[in-house]
């Protein structure tokens, strides 16, 4: 790996957790507050109980990033999907805004020779790249499920997220056309 290409993982890694924070929380946006709590079933999580392991997981594997064991010893994680019925959204949001915020500051400080440096989860060695694409990966599959959540619950009030139905062949025109006026 070249500098240059390290660089731009980082910066891409970076890029895509964003995306995948920025697509969640238009989801939520969407929910009412007792839809966000909503479960489908009793074996199923909420958003909120989704949000509350998200937060947990990213504060633990990336505060003390390359020092400290990504399973903090203060870390309760069976806890992270027990919500008590009077929990503020507030306080959702709040879980929510401090564990991105570790895992944004942890990236923020490396540095492109940091890639290949060990890192540990519950004792099991990564190099920094693979301990990044692992949480990517997890976060992407609960980012997910959350809008998957958010647009079963909204039905028909359900605002895209992206392309929306019957609108693919119109949307690719669109960004040909932007293109071909770049060249």
Known sequence: MTDNFQAEYLEETARRFRQQK??????????????????????????AVIVKHMSGNLRSRFTGFLTADGEKPDRQRDQEFVIGPDTPREQVMGWWEEGWGCLFAALDALRPEDLGRPVFIRGERHSVLQALQRQLTHHAHHAGQIVFLARHWKAAQWKPLSIPRGQSAAFTARKRGQHKHRE
């Open 22 to 47: 920025q697509l969640a929380e238009a989801a939520m946006a969407q929910l009412e507050d007792e839809e966000l709590f909503r479960t489908p079933d009793q074996e199923s999580n909420s958003v």
